[in-house]
């Protein structure tokens, strides 16, 4: 589960901002989250039925409110599974409706960063572990992948796994760095990938897990991968980065490119002339400069991806609003 406070409080809000009502369905896994929200907009004084709190298996309910004749739009984060059905769902046009349905969709992202030769291997290395690893890697911005320059790849690797191993996992109410992750069966389906991640290239750091009292995974790398292998291609949307050697910027770019998701990514490189074509050739709809390839600011870094990542709303923008208006023009002539 993705940021359940920021997220959903920003989809909810921007349609009603814009002028509309709204139907919020949360998560199957936070809706008390959503329900608190609810009452922080009815103590602000929002009008009772601008935003109605409709919590409930999406297995159930999902279908019904995307289908309704009377939905004009949705707005949608979470799996590329879901995004895509919603996306084919809201293109039938139903009895009584006399209009096309528009989706916002962030289905998550295959995000990489970049590292060029001659950098800085402990910016570098402090980039990857920070990205991949904040909020136990739920994040559709994580790094997932790191494509290094095979002159600094060892040093690299070398200073992320000693990063990593001083990272704290365990109750963050007591400030410690990494938590558990949502749900048994976001558990089972990393512990999955960790074991073909051992099957595809090598476990450098991490790869246990402990779910006797919550969902723990420790924070994974593994090396000696290849572009095309699942652990590079798949969305895990968990605490683990795969590791992939480069010969030149070329290959990186390249690399980068090889992959269905085009959301977020980062270059770190003190040639110009590469950044200059990773802001050209680099397909994401988030790139980054010598830092990490996560947390963007709203009102500062608009967010959305490109390719299957979804529509590029670029949600945190005064632009995301005019999704949810219609735009007429009027002309008077006397």
């Given at each position: 589960?993705?940021?359940?406070?920021?997220?959903?409080?920003?989809?909810?809000?921007?349609?009603?901002?814009?002028?509309?009502?709204?139907?919020?369905?949360?998560?199957?896994?936070?809706?008390?989250?959503?329900?608190?929200?609810?009452?922080?907009l009815?103590?602000?004084?929002l009008?009772?039925?601008?935003?109605?709190?409709?919590?409930?298996?999406?297995?159930?309910?999902?279908?019904?409110?995307?289908?309704?004749?009377?939905?004009?739009?949705?707005?949608?984060?979470?799996?590329?599974?879901?995004?895509?059905?919603?996306?084919?769902?809201?293109?039938?046009?139903?009895?009584?409706?006399?209009?096309?349905?528009?989706?916002?969709?962030?289905?998550?992202?295959?995000?990489?960063?970049?590292?060029?030769?001659?950098?800085?291997t402990?910016?570098?290395?402090?980039?990857?572990?920070?990205?991949?690893f904040?909020?136990?890697?739920?994040k559709?911005?994580?790094?997932?992948?790191?494509?290094?320059h095979?002159?600094?790849?060892?040093?690299?690797?070398?200073?992320?796994?000693?990063?990593?191993?001083e990272?704290?996992?365990?109750?963050?109410?007591?400030?410690?760095?990494?938590?558990?992750?949502?749900?048994?069966?976001?558990?089972?389906?990393?512990?999955?990938?960790?074991?073909?991640?051992?099957?595809?290239?090598?476990?450098?750091?991490?790869?246990?897990?402990?779910?006797?009292?919550?969902?723990?995974?420790?924070?994974?790398?593994?090396?000696?991968?290849k572009?095309?292998?699942?652990i590079?291609?798949?969305?895990?949307?968990?605490?683990?980065?795969?590791?992939?050697?480069?010969?030149?910027?070329?290959?990186?770019?390249?690399?980068?490119?090889?992959?269905?998701?085009?959301?977020?990514?980062?270059?770190?490189?003190?040639?110009?002339?590469?950044?200059?074509?990773?802001?050209?050739?680099?397909?994401?709809?988030?790139?980054?400069?010598?830092?990490?390839?996560?947390?963007?600011?709203v009102?500062?870094?608009?967010?959305?991806?490109?390719?299957?990542?979804?529509?590029?709303?670029?949600?945190?923008?005064?632009?995301?609003?005019?999704?949810?208006?219609?735009?007429?023009?009027?002309?008077?002539?006397?």
């Amino acid at each position: 589960m993705e940021l359940p406070v920021a997220i959903m409080a920003g989809t909810t809000l921007a349609p009603v901002v814009a002028g509309n009502t709204v139907l919020l369905k949360p998560a199957e896994d936070t809706p008390y989250i959503a329900y608190k929200l609810m009452e922080i907009l009815e103590e602000a004084g929002l009008p009772k039925g601008v935003v109605n709190f409709v919590p409930g298996d999406p297995k159930e309910i999902g279908d019904y409110l995307v289908d309704h004749k009377d939905t004009h739009f949705v707005t949608f984060t979470g799996s590329r599974a879901t995004g895509t059905r919603i996306y084919e769902r809201s293109a039938v046009v139903q009895e009584g409706q006399n209009f096309l349905k528009r989706v916002i969709a962030e289905m998550g992202g295959k995000d990489a960063i970049v590292v060029d030769e001659n950098i800085d291997t402990d910016m570098a290395a402090e980039a990857i572990v920070t990205s991949a690893f904040g909020f136990s890697g739920q994040k559709c911005s994580a790094c997932s992948r790191a494509i290094v320059h095979k002159d600094v790849y060892d040093e690299v690797l070398e200073k992320s796994i000693k990063l990593t191993k001083e990272l704290t996992l365990g109750n963050t109410v007591d400030n410690t760095y990494m938590g558990p992750v949502i749900n048994k069966k976001q558990f089972d389906k990393i512990k999955k990938y960790i074991k073909i991640g051992k099957e595809e290239g090598k476990l450098e750091q991490g790869g246990g897990t402990d779910d006797s009292k919550g969902y723990f995974v420790e924070p994974t790398i593994i090396s000696g991968l290849k572009s095309k292998d699942r652990i590079m291609q798949e969305e895990i949307f968990g605490p683990v980065v795969g590791f992939v050697k480069v010969n030149d910027f070329d290959e990186a770019i390249e690399v980068a490119n090889d992959t269905d998701y085009g959301l977020t990514g980062a270059v770190i490189t003190n040639n110009r002339e590469h950044w200059i074509k990773a802001v050209n050739e680099f397909d994401v709809g988030n790139l980054y400069l010598n830092r990490g390839c996560t947390s963007a600011v709203v009102g500062y870094h608009p967010f959305g991806g490109f390719k299957m990542s979804g529509t590029d709303a670029k949600t945190g923008s005064p632009d995301y609003l005019l999704h949810f208006l219609e735009q007429k023009v009027v002309s008077e002539m006397f």
